[in-house]
T-cell receptor, first 112, second 112 residues
Framework: GAVVSQHPSWVICKSGTSVKIECRSL??????MFWYRQFPKQSLMLMAT?????????EQGVEKDKFLINHASLTLSTLTVTSAHPEDSSFYIC????????FGQGTRLTVV | DQQVKQNSPSLSVQEGRISILNCDYT??????FLWYKKYPAEGPTFLIS?????DKNEDGRFTVFLNKSAKHLSLHIVPSQPGDSAVYFC???????????FGTGTSLTVIP
């Protein structure tokens, strides 16, 4: 089946630094990818829709200047958390759809 | 506004018995529904799906039922096994796009 690969699976960074998370569709082309964030005991909250070759669409309340999304090719979308703070610590998951949604393994971000 | 709701945050079931997880939705445009299983610190994995033209779909121990008039779907796991212990998310999408809306999840614990 279709596979979406997310990297890194776990990252710790210092407050004020930036972290890039990659999401790749391994065996299919994805013009659209989605980035989610999960807080403890909460659902997957859609952050933004990543569109290949154009600007990402952000959900209400998500700071686009803080969460930079780049979808440079049909198989790669990146999420960069800029000037990270401890409150950005969370589990980030990407997905791409081919009939149904396929998810990456997720990235556990801890900002210290 | 939560368009997909799972009102039971947790469920405990004895091994061998039936697990029933429920999901309600509000958007009548949803026509494709999925259940995902998620372990801690991992991305969700697809379990089973159903389209709005059907009211039941079965795959081994897993059966999903859809009641369109009530905007309700349920996942039945029979017999339940300890390895089924995880968080289960239901998700829905409309034929207008490939964005999926997720419920808040139900944490299932199967007691040996």
């Amino acid at each position: 089946g279709a596979v979406v690969s997310q990297h890194p699976s776990w990252v710790i960074c210092k407050s004020g630094t930036s972290v890039k998370i990659e999401c790749r569709s391994l065996d299919f082309q994805a013009t659209t990818m989605f980035w989610y964030r999960q807080f403890p005991k909460q659902s997957l909250m859609l952050m933004a829709t990543s569109n290949e070759g154009s600007k990402a669409t952000y959900e209400q309340g998500v700071e686009k200047d803080k969460f930079l999304i780049n979808h440079a090719s049909l198989t790669l979308s990146t999420l960069t958390v800029t000037s990270a703070h401890p409150e950005d610590s969370s589990f980030y998951i990407c997905s791409a759809s081919l009939v149904r949604a396929f998810f990456g393994q997720g990235t556990r971000l801890t900002v210290v | 506004d939560q368009q997909v709701k799972q009102n039971s945050p947790s469920l405990s079931v004895q091994e061998g018995r039936i697990s029933i997880l429920n999901c309600d939705y509000t958007n009548s445009m949803f026509d494709y529904f999925l259940w995902y299983k998620k372990y801690p610190a991992e991305g969700p994995t697809f379990l089973i799906s159903i389209s709005s033209i059907k009211d039941k779909n079965e795959d081994g121990r897993f059966t999903v039922f859809l009641n369109k008039s009530a905007k309700h779907l349920s996942l039945h796991i029979v017999p339940s096994q300890p390895g089924d212990s995880a968080v289960y998310f239901c998700a829905a999408s409309a034929n207008t796009g490939n964005q999926f809306y997720f419920g808040t999840g139900t944490s299932l614990t199967v007691i040996p």
